[in-house]
């Protein structure tokens, strides 16, 4: 469906094939991303406490190498220079988040004035640089007293949340516009409490699929106590969504799709956007809950409607059927991130790659976009997270990452292309600003336009940094 409002404002795919520019809709929001664990640092100052990340990547096994986010990008002490690279590049925007233990310690009482200071700090200069913040409230750092408490599969964290999010809107709601509660609450449930390999690193379906609805629980709870405050604010999700495919066009595999789908996507998108759950996906999980935990009336809060819904786009699932014989592990026992659907394949097609092993998919970006316009064709799109992880070399004092342009390049045609067929998309944020703390990866993978030297931590802008800040000059893209 169309929506009348966003007719295209901006030339066809085709047209720029022909040696246009691709030019964006006046005042579209060009933005990087990071996240607080990832480009901090500073772990035990300014009052700031453990969150299941430091326990975590503490742990032995857990993190490549063990690395932690003890020191990370040092940002918390070199934010003005991070700011001023930002300059440099043009942004319009930069998503951050913010850090629960550093703004309320230990996760419930009074906030911790220290840590509301350091972002108001980065606010205000970020301001002065007339860039647009954007804050997420939650990029998965949970404060560890509260996953002794039960974590995210205990109700009363869903509480713990909201009365966090006011607290902290209520400090940073006079200077910050742009309000995300949840980062991926997919990855929170289903790679903390599913399969293990994100904090708190619980394996228990169960308490997964908890976990996922106490996340949307609290989403809608603090959207409701932000808006009360100050109802002019954008308030917002970001999910991150997933092209899905079947290998082959059998019922088989189909219904491979439609089980991943339902677990990656819907499980959060219908929800959040129409107050309920997918019944397919319900039944999916029979065997794994009865979801006895989903309460009267906590629907109607988790679809609190939104001003704008944030979309994680990095690749597709291409998914097949079962191989016939080989029986599921029973659900009790495997650690699996698709709990009722473990049995589920998923292949590559031999396409190019990123450094994670990720199929580059730009067309996936379009059917993403277009498909949840098509579906909640209510709410306004941001692409929120968008990138590629590529080995980067340092030579002679430069890094030349062509492999990252072409990726940037062929989403934001997708962008583009959406865009001109009637998708509200007002804008794009790349992941990410610098190379950072790749969560179990640790530092051995490489995001950002701008290299990081984790021994000095010198900075160096990537040619993808130039490339960028030329978009953003021009509101577009050049002609091919
Ligand atoms: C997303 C996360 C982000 C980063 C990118 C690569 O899932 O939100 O923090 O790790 O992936």
């Not at 065997?287 to 939104?306: K, N, Q, R, S, Y």
């Not at 704008?308 to 597709?316: P, Q, T």
Request: with cysteine; hydrophobic share 40%.
């Amino acid at each position: 469906m169309t929506n009348p409002a966003s007719q295209p404002t901006v030339q066809l795919l085709d047209e720029a094939a022909g040696g246009q520019p691709l030019s964006f809709p006046p005042g579209f929001l060009w933005g990087a991303a990071t996240a607080a664990y990832q480009i901090e640092g500073a772990a035990a100052e300014g009052g700031r406490t453990p969150s299941i990340w430091d326990t975590f990547s503490r742990t032995p096994g857990r993190t490549v190498e063990g690395h932690t986010g003890d020191v990370a990008c040092d940002h918390y002490h070199r934010f003005r220079d991070d700011v001023r690279l930002m300059a440099e590049l043009g942004l319009k925007t930069y998503r951050f988040s913010v850090s629960w233990p550093r703004i309320q310690p230990g996760g419930s009482g009074r906030a911790n004035q220290e840590g509301l200071d350091f972002y108001r700090r980065l606010v205000d200069e970020l301001l002065e640089n007339d860039i647009e913040p954007w804050l997420t409230l939650y990029h998965w750092d949970l404060p560890q007293p509260l996953e002794d408490a039960g974590g995210w599969p205990a109700r009363d964290t869903a509480s713990r949340f909201a009365e966090y999010a006011a607290l902290t809107h209520t400090a940073l709601g006079d200077r910050v516009r742009y309000w995300t509660t949840l980062n991926e609450p997919w990855c929170s449930a289903f790679l903390g409490y599913g399969s293990g390999v994100h904090a708190p690193g619980r394996s228990n379906g169960a308490e997964a699929v908890r976990a996922g609805h106490h996340l949307m629980l609290g989403h809608g709870l603090a959207v409701q106590a932000m808006r009360a405050a100050r109802p002019d604010h954008e308030y917002g999700i970001t999910l991150n969504l997933y092209a899905v495919s079947p290998q082959h066009d059998t019922a088989a595999d189909l219904d491979a799709a439609r089980r991943i789908d339902g677990l990656a996507n819907r499980f959060f998108l219908d929800p959040v956007l129409r107050g309920e759950y997918p019944a397919d996906v319900v039944a999916d999980l029979r065997e794994v809950t009865d979801f006895g935990h989903v309460h009267d009336g906590d629907l109607a809060v988790i679809a609190t409607p939104l001003d704008v819904l944030g979309i994680n786009y990095y690749s597709r699932h291409v998914v097949a059927a079962p191989v016939e014989g080989v029986e599921p592990e029973p659900y009790w026992r495997a650690a699996s991130n698709w709990p009722g659907s473990e049995q589920v394949r998923f292949v590559t097609r031999g396409v190019p790659v990123t450094d994670m092993g990720w199929e580059i998919d730009a067309p996936g970006l379009v059917e993403t976009l277009e498909r949840v316009h098509r579906e909640y064709p209510e709410v306004p799109l941001a692409v929120t997270e968008n990138g590629a992880a590529f080995v980067d070399e340092v030579v002679d004092g430069a890094v030349h990452d062509p492999d990252r342009v072409a990726y940037f390049d062929a989403h934001l045609r997708a962008c583009h292309q959406a865009i001109a067929s009637g998708v509200p998309l007002r804008g794009y944020f790349a992941w990410s600003l610098m190379d950072n703390f790749e969560w179990a990866w640790g530092y051995t993978k490489r995001f950002g336009m701008i290299y990081v030297d984790y021994d000095s931590q010198l900075r160096i802008p990537k040619s993808s940094a130039r490339w960028y800040a030329d978009v953003i000059r021009r509101n577009g893209l050049a002609a091919e």
